[in-house]
């Protein structure tokens, strides 16, 4: 069987979370970020897709019904699947969902319009990199000038909790985005709405007061990504 050809990105592209990372990283690790996001790997199986989609379903829902939540949830967890793989994908998911339950008053959405996010299109771009951002819910409400906006993005990764200097990063990266969504509602991005929570951690991270420093530097690496990418290799 002929393997398949090594997927490249010719262009620049990072996920927002791993850009926050590659802000705080050491040069090996930054390189190594670089690397996976121009040689992507072919099937990476989505261990807490089903959680977050669930998730993201029932916090936009105004009935937030936690039996439908369970129902969402238990129909995507194909139990037909049988293996080692996809028992611990449920166990997995299934305390992913009861972490996001116990911190659903934290989020603070009563009162608010909820949408539900995870649309792909959702970017930015900076400097000639592509952001993925992919909020996972945008949020409107009132503040003391008028309409403001928000979103919320949901990371699930058990065993490296995100460090306060990175979350920021990640967050001023949410709040930039909802400054310039497609489609803007109309309304003043509220950096207190943008936020990344950390699931398992169970914190929820807010965009910083300083967010226009910190998109200064950005902006500054986003440049040197740019410059560099032509010359990251596979064993670099």
């Known amino acids: 069987m002929r393997a398949r050809p090594q997927k490249v990105r010719h262009s620049p592209q990072l996920s927002l979370n791993l850009l926050g990372e590659f802000m705080v990283a050491s040069f090996v690790r930054r390189l190594s970020i670089l690397r996976d996001a121009k040689f992507p790997k072919d099937y990476i199986g989505p261990r807490y897709d089903p959680a977050q989609k669930a998730a993201a379903r029932y916090l936009s829902d105004t009935s937030r019904d936690a ?77 003391p000038s008028g309409p403001v906006l928000g979103a919320l993005k949901f990371r699930y990764v058990k065993t490296k909790p995100i460090t306060d200097k990175w979350a920021a990063y990640s967050a001023t990266l949410l ?27 169970g914190r929820i991270h807010e965009a910083p007061a300083n967010f226009k420093e910190l998109r200064k530097e950005v902006d500054a690496a986003c440049w040197y990504i740019g410059e560099i990418w032509p010359k990251v290799g596979m064993n670099a």
Do not use: Y
């Open 67 to 143: 039996g439908r939540l369970k129902g969402d949830i238990d129909a995507q967890l194909v139990k037909a699947a049988k293996s080692k793989w996809f028992d611990d994908r449920q166990k997995l998911c299934e305390q992913a969902l009861r972490c996001v339950l116990a911190l659903e008053e934290s989020l603070k959405l009563a009162g608010l319009v909820v949408a539900l996010g995870c649309n792909p299109a959702h970017r930015l771009e900076i400097g000639g990199v592509t952001v993925i951002v992919m909020p996972d819910l945008l949020v409107q409400g009132r503040g």
């Open 175 to 201: 709040h930039r985005f909802v400054e310039v969504q497609p489609g803007d509602p109309g309304g003043v991005a509220d950096r207190r709405r943008c936020n990344l929570v950390d699931v398992f951690a």
